[in-house]
């Protein structure tokens, strides 16, 4: 673990490395790279390139999420970064919530903010992420991005060799219960068990808590980071179920479910 004033030079540093660049040497000149854009390459990866080409349009599933953690941040007081890292380095228990990240993984800088993270002893023991969604089970993007929220951390210089990640999946109708936010103090009192449920007035929120396994997530960094250095293509989904709902799926030429018909010219 690096000492409070290098942790905060670090984050700096990069900050001022990304702003002051006019472009960068990834695919779409991308500068530094979000934890939720290289997540959702295990989704489908195609759609990531869609994304950037024709814009991403809000879905209903998106402005809900937003909302939701809008609400998770009721009642929460912001405080300047270096009160927040003196509040971490004192030892004494703290979860604050939206906590910026900022690393760098081979020259490529990679930003997040996770919804909650709870430091005690100056170290992250529990980083959560809420999902608001009716399938209740999380899937490997989930996995994913939360585990590289957890590497942010690591790279940011903070002891992770007990670090654990909570993913808290809860129905969309349960965004505005306010047992949501008292579910970190829920799963800290439990640090052993690896599922939890809680009960809400709409539904279950199921927790899934995992350890953070760094070398798996620079494994799967590590792959995701070829499409954005050019190593390859994008690759798209084999779920046609993927498809159907996706916004591109008119225009996307690796598209399964594609109508528009397609021009033959006679030789
Ligand atoms: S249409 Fe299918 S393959 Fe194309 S971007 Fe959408 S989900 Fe991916």
Redesign the pocket.
């Known amino acids: 673990m690096i000492g409070l004033k290098d942790s905060l030079k670090r984050f700096y540093q990069l900050v001022r490395e990304t702003t002051t660049k006019e472009e960068g040497s990834l695919r779409f000149k991308a500068k530094a790279l979000a934890v939720s854009e290289i997540a959702q390459q295990y ?5 990531v ?2 994304n950037r080409i024709h814009g991403e349009k809000e879905t209903s599933e998106m402005r809900l999420g937003k909302e939701a953690h809008e609400l998770l941040l009721k009642d929460t007081v912001k405080i300047k970064l270096e009160e927040l890292w003196r509040s971490i380095y004192s030892g004494k228990p703290v979860c604050p919530r939206e906590m910026p990240l900022l690393g760098k993984h081979n020259g490529v800088i990679i930003a997040g903010m996770a919804d909650a993270i709870f430091f005690y002893g100056g170290s992250p023991l529990f980083l959560f992420e809420h999902k608001f969604t009716s399938k209740q089970i999380p899937f490997k993007d989930h996995h994913f991005q939360t585990g590289l929220y957890c590497y942010l951390l690591h790279l940011m210089g903070w002891d992770t060799s007990r670090l654990k990640y909570a993913l808290v999946i809860a129905p969309p109708a349960c965004r505005e219960d306010n047992g949501l936010r008292r579910i970190p103090s829920y799963v800290i009192q439990q640090p052993k068990e690896e599922k939890l449920k809680v009960r809400l007035q709409a539904g279950n929120a199921n927790i899934y808590i995992n350890r953070f396994e760094v070398k798996r997530v620079i494994d799967d960094l590590n792959w995701a980071l070829g499409f954005w250095t050019g190593e390859r293509s994008p690759i ?2 084999k779920k046609t179920g ?2 159907v709902t ?4 008119e225009v ?7 109508t528009v018909s397609r021009t033959v010219i006679e030789p």
């Open positions: 989704y489908c990866e195609k759609k390139e869609m798209p989904t993927k498809c996706c916004q591109f799926r996307c030429e690796s598209s399964l479910v594609r």
